[in-house]
């Protein structure tokens, strides 16, 4: 079945129905190249030598032709002029790109654009929008001006398409949990922690909700207050369910506040970034940061219940998404299983389309279960969850580059360190570092740190152990060995 979209002329209809093509893995047609083709003449000929009516007739065959297909159709303008093409957009889900029309006239001032559409020549925008927008109003309405961000229209137009609630897996071995595409988030009896930009995408229905700081300020003491506060003032019991609504901060600070308010409470995960949905959410660690220590204060709990909805993904900032992406190839190349996409779907991975992105995630999550029921507790094998983190921590201190990408470098650079040591063969080494370069970029990569500022750090991080580092060295994707380096060696090898 088609989906379609209608709007002004130069509403951005074709731009963001390609986006979405791309991501829901769906062919994209704009109708008036369609009808081009089938007519062989442009838009201008066939108006000046047939007239609209003909031009109108001519929509309608081509809304007939395409609706039964599994395609996104960009309307005519003026499709919904003629009774007939509305009644046909109506049995299907078709929405309205209601653009604003200054962001309109700012796109079709040029001659170009002005020559391509008769109409234009003859009527101003307003006076056609005029016209039409009693005929637009009728379909789900999504409006669009200057600060509307592409990504957030498109994730909207595509909860609209979808059908809700499509459960694609299950799993409740050691954590209960469901991928739920188009996931509708109920608020019931819950109480909600969200972060600012989550309640300000996903929020407007919760009512019930506590607003934290976007990022890890957010998983502060203070907060950590703040929620036992409501908790205590609104007198909630042990069957009441906290839920964490949002990134691997906010999932860390619910967890650890749901598992100490009268010594545990009801919890429920709805991980929001790619990297709490492939890591931070899973696994039943979590924790708050405490005098400039991350982690510090924590406790482990599963969560009653974790859903995961790959569609939030798609509202992500970039860096943000690949963040995720680092962390899920690191899950998957010390598993072994499900790395090759990185290499083989790269370009539908940086389209965020929705069949790559399920694949990480159900991989990403069953490798992570694998390593976690060995180690809930972070005693031993879960440590090489860390992989990368030796370095990467230093060069998050030293450059301010976000955690994620950090541990990009950290990797490419513990892995350059073992290769010149004659560890890790140049095989694997550039096998990964080709990933890694297409992941984020060869420009971060090649980040120059001096070995002095490196080593300066590792002496004084009061978090590395005084006398030995733990390294990990990849001998082939799902094979490697924890190397445990003495200290002064280490920094010989920086
Ligand atoms: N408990 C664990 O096992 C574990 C594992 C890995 C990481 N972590 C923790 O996870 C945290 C990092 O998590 P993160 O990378 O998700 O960061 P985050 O929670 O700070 O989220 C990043 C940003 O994205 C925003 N955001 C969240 N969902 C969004 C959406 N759908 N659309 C648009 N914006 C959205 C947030 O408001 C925030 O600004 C760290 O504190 C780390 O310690 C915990």
């Known amino acids: ?18 986006k979405i093509s791309k991501i829901l893995n769906m062919k994209f047609i704009d109708m008036d190249s369609y009808i081009e083709a089938l007519e062989s003449k442009s838009i201008r000929d066939i108006f000046n030598e047939k007239g609209e009516i003909y031009f109108r007739t001519l929509e309608t065959k081509t809304l007939n032709l395409l609706k039964d297909k599994e395609i996104i159709v960009s309307c005519g303008g003026g499709v919904i002029l003629k009774k007939e093409n509305r009644e046909i957009l109506k049995k299907y889900k078709t929405v309205f790109l209601d653009t604003d029309l200054q962001l309109i006239k700012n796109r079709m001032n040029s001659k170009e654009e002005i020559e391509k559409r008769p109409l234009l020549k003859k009527e101003s925008i307003e006076n056609i929008f005029e016209k039409r927008k009693n005929y637009y109003n009728k379909f789900k309405t999504f409006k669009y001006d200057i600060k509307t ?19 694609i897996s299950e799993d409740n071995s050691i954590q209960n949990y469901k991928i739920i595409l188009n996931y509708k988030v109920e608020e019931l009896e819950d109480t909600f922690i969200m972060s600012e930009k989550v309640n300000q995408i996903y929020g407007k229905k919760i009512s019930k909700k506590i607003i934290l700081e976007n990022g890890e300020k957010s998983k502060s003491i203070e907060n950590f207050q703040k929620i036992m506060n409501y908790l205590v003032e609104k007198s909630k019991n042990r069957s009441h369910t906290l839920v964490g609504f949002g990134g691997g901060t906010i999932t860390d600070i619910t967890g650890y506040s749901a598992s100490v308010y009268k010594r545990g409470m009801k919890l429920k995960l709805i991980p929001t970034t790619l990297l709490s949905q492939v890591d931070a959410a899973i696994g039943g660690k979590n924790g708050i940061d405490y005098k400039g220590y991350k982690n510090i204060i924590g406790t482990f709990k599963y969560p009653e219940i974790t859903i995961i909805d790959p569609l939030f993904i798609l509202t992500l900032d970039e860096s943000d998404y690949i963040q995720g992406l680092v962390e899920a190839f690191k899950i998957n190349l010390l598993s072994g299983e499900g790395f090759e996409i990185f290499e083989k779907e790269y370009e539908n991975i940086l389209n965020r389309n929705i069949n790559s992105v399920l694949k990480i995630i159900n991989n990403s999550i069953k490798q992570k279960i694998n390593i976690v029921k060995k180690d809930f507790e972070d005693k031993g094998i879960r440590n090489i969850l860390n992989y990368g983190h ?13 955690h994620g990408l950090s541990v990009a470098w950290g990797i490419r650079k513990e892995n350059e360190i073992l290769k010149k040591k004659g560890i890790m063969d140049d095989h694997t080494f ?13 420009e971060l990569l090649n980040i120059n740190i001096e070995s002095k500022n490196l080593k300066d750090f590792i002496i004084n991080d009061k978090k590395i152990n005084r006398n030995k580092i733990n390294l990990i060295s990849i001998i082939k994707p799902g094979s490697y060995e924890l190397l445990n380096i003495d200290l002064k060696d280490f920094l010989e090898m920086i």
């Open 1 to 18: 079945m088609a989906f379609f979209i209608v709007g002004m002329m130069g509403s951005g209809k074709t731009t963001i129905g390609k």
């Open 149 to 167: 961000e592409d990504n957030y229209i498109i994730s909207r137009i595509i909860r609209y398409f979808l059908d809700e609630n499509q459960i």
């Open 390 to 402: 030796t370095l990467g921590h230093a060069f998050e201190s030293i450059t301010g580059k976000p």
């Open 430 to 442: 550039y096998y990964i570092d080709r990933i890694l370069i297409k992941i984020v970029g060869e």
